[in-house]
């Protein structure tokens, strides 16, 4: 069974960065054709997808959050990790890890959800 825990700081100031980590048990994030992605859901709002990193490290974002977003892995920890710079209040959601197949979804594994919330 694959689960997948988030966590991070929680409250962050407008203009920091924001590094939320995932890590990974059951299963490894360089099992090959997984692909581990970050979504976020502001308040009242759907999910948006944020980027990504393959089981070969290759990474992809979302072309709106691309200039803000690196998402790495620690291999010897079965993590990985996004980091969302300048943010604003804008950025306040629960932010979730999942894993797929493609990509671009669906989701087979999802994390519980972690909330960050940009405030001064």
């Known amino acids: 069974q694959v689960q997948l825990q988030e966590s991070g700081p929680g409250l962050v100031k407008p203009s920091q960065t924001v590094s939320l980590t995932c890590t990974v048990s059951g299963g490894s994030i360089t099992s090959s054709s997984y692909y581990w992605s970050w979504i976020r859901q502001p308040p009242g709002k759907g999910l948006e997808w944020i980027g990504y990193?393959?089981?070969?490290?290759?990474?992809y974002y979302s072309p709106s959050l691309k200039s803000r977003t690196t998402i790495s892995r620690d291999t010897s920890k079965n993590q990985f990790t996004l980091q969302l710079s300048s943010v604003a209040p804008e950025d306040t959601a629960v932010y979730y890890c999942?894993?797929?197949?493609?990509?671009?979804?669906?989701?087979?594994?999802w994390g519980q959800g972690t909330q960050v919330t940009v405030s001064s």
């Open positions: 990193i393959g089981y070969s490290g290759s990474t």
């Open positions: 999942a894993r797929d197949y493609t990509g671009w979804g669906p989701y087979d594994y």
